[in-house]
């Protein structure tokens, strides 16, 4: 008799392109001004459906995605944390070449039935992607933030991974 072996890839999120939607405010994950260039600041901003609101989630192994943004043509712009910072309230940009540690991504399920997105160097501190604490935080333009997870009914740092191909453009 022959002995069949397989290995199974789990992942949370398949690989494909997304919207990415704050519970908290209804807004996407967006490039500000649409400027494809290496940090770049990532805003939220109402959908309006372009490239630069659409991410392509690639799982790499180990738990980690790379998040591209759809907008990049002829150099690959990936969601990154700046400097690839472990620190509180560290911008998210825009990043390109070598994958590093504040390119790749954990995703997880939450108690609420979000997302949360952790970049690598926001592991030890259990950081996340989050909208900055700022008193306007439902306007367009509120930055994108490595933050700290808190587990409330806040959810500044929790996400909707929204297939694109239900919104029209």
């Given at each position: 008799?022959?002995?069949?072996?397989?290995?199974?890839?789990?992942?949370?999120?398949?690989?494909?392109?997304?919207?990415?939607?704050?519970?908290?405010?209804?807004?996407?994950?967006?490039?500000?001004?649409?400027?494809?260039?290496?940090?770049?600041?990532?805003?939220?901003?109402?959908?309006?459906?372009?490239?630069?609101?659409?991410?392509?989630?690639?799982?790499i192994g180990?738990?980690?995605?790379t998040?591209?943004s759809?907008?990049?043509?002829?150099?690959?712009?990936?969601?990154?944390?700046?400097?690839?910072?472990?620190?509180?309230?560290?911008?998210?940009?825009?990043?390109?070449?070598?994958?590093?540690?504040?390119?790749?991504?954990?995703?997880?399920?939450?108690?609420?039935?979000?997302?949360?997105?952790?970049?690598?160097?926001?592991?030890?501190?259990?950081?996340?992607?989050?909208?900055?604490?700022?008193?306007?935080?439902?306007?367009?333009?509120?930055?994108?933030?490595?933050?700290?997870?808190v587990?409330?009914?806040?959810?500044?740092?929790?996400?909707?991974?929204?297939?694109?191909?239900?919104?029209?453009?």
């Open positions: 008799m022959q002995e069949l072996t397989f290995t199974l890839k789990v992942t949370e999120v398949p690989n494909g392109t997304y919207f990415i939607k704050s519970k908290l405010t209804d807004k996407m994950v967006d490039i500000e001004n649409q400027t494809m260039a290496d940090n770049t600041l990532i805003h939220q901003w109402q959908l309006h459906g372009s490239n630069s609101q659409r991410w392509l989630f690639t799982h180990d738990g980690y995605y998040v591209k759809q907008r990049s043509d002829n150099t690959a712009y990936y969601l990154g944390v700046q400097n690839d910072s472990t620190a509180q309230d560290a911008s998210i940009v825009l990043r390109s070449g070598t994958i590093t540690d504040g390119m790749k991504w954990k995703i997880s399920k939450t108690v609420s039935g979000a997302y949360k997105l952790m970049p690598k160097t926001g592991e030890a501190n259990n950081r996340v992607l989050a909208i900055e604490n700022n008193l306007l935080y439902n306007n367009n333009g509120v930055k994108i933030r490595q933050r700290d997870y587990q409330d009914d806040n959810f500044k740092d929790e996400w909707f991974i929204t297939n694109s191909r239900y919104y029209a453009t």
